[in-house]
């Protein structure tokens, strides 16, 4: 069955850690044997900007990080794709893995829409308008209210991203800047990487009329695998570990608010060290199609889990 993640941390771990993808047991989540023994034709690289860079550090880091994954890529095309566009998603499943460079918050841009144009120039897809912390966009979900909504400059940052075909990804985004997305956003949304709030009540996940609304706009909704997200009190004393049953049960509850085809995976590997017990790396895909399985899903709508339905809507946001 094919695979493909709406987001993982893997380029922001190779530049920082100087870290090889082909290495099966170097220490990410994501690497080329694991992705080639579980079938995944594409992931979304999230460029992350840790709160410690703002300015033209948050833009130098950005930039940084994408140099990797180019290097990468113009190293061994036979291993990696760029995908820039509709005809590059067609091309997926000869063999290399699709990559597609995603902004994890605005912070790179500056406030400047210009430098949008420049980022879109070097292969970036979409943006996650916010992370935990406050930027030029909006306020994170790690910030105290009350919080700000979404600012002037965030307004024309989604009508020039929709201009040019890149995603609006709220992730990370709270009330009341994502109801100002949804207000604003004319083309459809996603969260890329996020829990059900509905289960597990922390600001961090997205509640059902959240999932709703992406969902009615055509959106898509990425669930991950972080077990503080899927699982309530996860780590602290006493509480189990975190198993594909909780992610499991978030892709369903997500199914029941969305429906199926708006629904599928955003797995943030790479972006955590504490992994849910039998899903540590991309590897360990098998067991949570077989656990969806078990709860009666049929092969179809797995596939449209594990990749059919990112893979639609980047069809019809990429230019």
């Not at 841009?109 to 930027?135: K, P, T, Y």
């Not at 709270?174 to 597990?200: K, Y």
């Not at 009615?216 to 990425?222: A, H, K, S, T």
């Amino acid at each position: 069955m094919r695979y493909a993640d709406a987001h993982a941390d893997t380029f922001y771990r190779i530049t920082l850690e100087q870290l090889d993808p082909f290495q099966r047991e170097g220490g990410l989540h994501v690497n080329l044997p694991r992705t080639r023994d579980v079938g995944q034709v594409l992931q979304v690289c999230s460029v992350f900007t840790p709160a410690r860079y703002s300015g033209k550090g948050a833009e130098d880091f950005a930039r940084r990080i994408i140099a990797t994954l180019d290097h990468w890529a113009h190293q061994r095309p036979d291993a990696f794709l760029r995908v820039r566009n509709r005809a590059d998603l067609a091309r997926l499943g000869g063999g290399a893995l699709g990559l597609i460079p995603w902004l994890e918050g605005a912070s790179p841009l500056r406030g400047e829409l210009s430098l949008l144009d420049e980022f879109f120039a070097l292969g970036v897809r979409g943006i996650g308008l916010v992370h935990n912390h406050a930027n030029e966009v909006a306020d994170g979900c790690g910030v105290a209210e009350p919080r700000k909504g979404l600012s002037e400059f965030g307004r024309g940052l989604i009508a020039r991203m929709e201009a040019l075909g890149m995603a609006v990804d709220c992730a990370h985004l709270p009330q009341p800047a994502f109801n100002d997305v949804m207000a604003a956003v004319t083309r459809p949304p996603c969260i890329s990487h996020v829990g059900a709030r509905g289960l597990v009540d922390i600001v961090r996940n997205a509640d059902d009329a959240m999932l709703r609304a992406v969902a009615e706009r055509g959106g898509f909704v990425g669930i991950d695998f972080y077990p503080g997200h899927v699982l309530a009190g996860a780590f602290e004393p006493g509480v189990r570990e975190a198993t594909v049953a909780d992610v499991a049960d978030h892709l369903l509850h997500a199914i029941k608010v969305c429906g199926l085809g708006q629904v599928g995976l955003g797995g943030d590997f790479d972006g955590f060290n504490d992994a849910c017990e039998d899903l540590r790396h991309v590897g360990d895909m098998p067991n949570l199609e077989r656990e969806l399985a078990s709860r009666g899903l049929p092969d179809s709508a797995i596939e449209k889990l594990f990749s059919a339905n990112l893979l639609r809507y980047l069809g019809e946001v990429l230019p």
